[in-house]
Antibody, heavy 121, light 110 residues
Framework: QVQLVESGGGVVQPGRSLRLSCAAT????????MHWVRQAPGKGLEWVAV????????YYADSVKGRFAISRDDSKNTLYLQMNSLRAEDTAVYHC??????????????WGQGTLVTVSS | QSALTQPASLSGSPGQSIAISCTGT?????????VSWYQQHPGKAPKLMIY???KRPSGVSDRFSGSKSGNTASLTISGLQAEDEAYYYC??????????FGGGTKLTVL
């Protein structure tokens, strides 16, 4: 069955960096686009970034553009999110999600449980 | 990238029908038939309930249905059940090739 397991979260000081990973099993990872979506404590879902199945396109929310980078390693069936210049408002649970749509449908059919990132001094 | 507008909360009695609205603009909801709905129970990952405005994934009850008119999409839940109590989020593809979510609606089954 499809499984997505995030890791790499933790407590980090403002201005520092962190890299999240999402290990995918149970499907052909290289055939699917992947997303990162975050949820601040007690708040709603906020989309962060997408990478297409072949890595040809990557798009970001304005709130993270220029600071975060999404990437994938199909040989390791793993999705990444490099987060730089972290701010207090980046504190959230970060979920990875599989996209079963075509290039722009953005249909997120499986989600991981998420990893908590806390930005605090 | 402003969030789509959803009512913060709604409630209904078992057996009733309710509709959750999701209002955007012509650059997202109104411009594409790429609206999805997600259900999230506290402490759990979101679950896809509706995609492409009206389509239901395999395994989702037919009590859940979606529609769209202009810049507003709606999720209708008929025959409300206790297990439907959850948060519901809409999402839409945007003209910037990004994804935008609604603020979420807390559904209470009385």
């Amino acid at each position: 069955q499809v499984q997505l397991v995030e890791s790499g979260g933790g407590v980090v000081q403002p201005g520092r960096s962190l890299r999240l990973s999402c290990a995918a099993t149970g499907f052909t990872f290289s055939s699917y686009g992947m997303h990162w979506v975050r949820q601040a404590p007690g708040k709603g879902l906020e989309w962060v970034a997408v990478i297409w199945y072949d890595g040809s396109n990557r798009y970001y929310a304005d709130s993270v553009k220029g600071r975060f980078a999404i990437s994938r390693d199909d040989s390791k069936n793993t999705l990444y999110l490099q987060m730089n210049s972290l701010r207090a408002e980046d504190t959230a649970v970060y979920h990875c999600a599989r996209d079963i749509g075509t290039s722009n449908q953005y249909i997120l059919d499986h989600w991981g449980q998420g990893t908590l990132v806390t930005v605090s001094s | 990238q402003s969030a789509l507008t959803q009512p913060a909360s709604l409630s209904g009695s078992p057996g009733q029908s309710i509709a959750i609205s999701c209002t955007g603009t012509s650059s997202d909801v109104g411009g594409y038939n790429y609206v999805s709905w997600y259900q999230q129970h506290p402490g759990k990952a979101p679950k896809l309930m509706i995609y492409d405005v009206t389509k239901r994934p395999s395994g989702v009850s037919d009590r859940f249905s979606g529609s769209k008119s202009g810049n507003t999409a709606s999720l209708t839940i008929s025959g409300l059940q206790a297990e439907d109590e959850a948060y519901y989020y809409c999402s839409s593809y945007t003209s910037s090739s990004t994804l935008v979510f609604g603020g979420g609606t807390k559904l209470t089954v009385l």
